[in-house]
């Protein structure tokens, strides 16, 4: 597992826990209340930044953040745990995906390892942020699909 730093924090973790926040919350229909999204997300860094400095066997990590993000959100909503969970895994898998998706090439093309380039903190940021990038348009088409049915559904009435 990469060591977070605080440098990966605030340029990745934060950033990719606003996207996740966003993602979850456009899921469950919720208004996009930006402060909340921020405070959560930064709630959730902070979280996995300490996770991660934990001598935890390999694995427990993302079923932490999962829960963790699931706990956060319910903290500021009041909806059902389950409600929360579903979307927050779905997430997490969207993530998981499109880092598989993206970081495989890249290290292909580069001609590293994983080793290799989580040892060079820039290199490693950016390339969390294609994943950031898609979780937000995932985010952005989910929030617009539901505010054009809920117009929709206004106009049929």
Not at 31 to 55: E, H, M, N
Not at 60 to 88: D, G
Request: charged content about 15%.
């Amino acid at each position: 597992m990469v060591e977070l730093n605080l440098l990966n924090l605030f340029l990745q973790g934060i950033p990719e826990a606003i996207a996740m926040v966003a993602v979850i919350f456009a899921i469950n229909n919720f208004q996009f209340d930006w402060k909340k999204i921020i405070l959560i997300a930064v709630l959730q860094g902070f979280t996995i930044y300490l996770v991660r400095k934990l001598p935890l066997t390999y694995g427990i990590h993302p079923p932490i953040v999962i829960l963790s993000i699931t706990i956060y959100i319910l903290l500021f909503s009041k909806n059902s745990f389950i409600r929360i969970l579903i979307p927050s895994c779905l997430t997490f898998l969207a993530l998981a995906g499109m880092e598989t998706i993206v970081t495989l090439p890249i290290l292909s093309i580069l001609g590293i390892s994983v080793e290799e380039a989580s040892k060079n903190n820039l290199l490693w940021i950016l390339m969390g942020w294609p994943q950031i990038i898609g979780l937000s348009i995932i985010a952005f088409f989910i929030n617009r699909s539901n505010r054009e049915r809920k117009e929709s559904y206004a106009i049929r009435r």
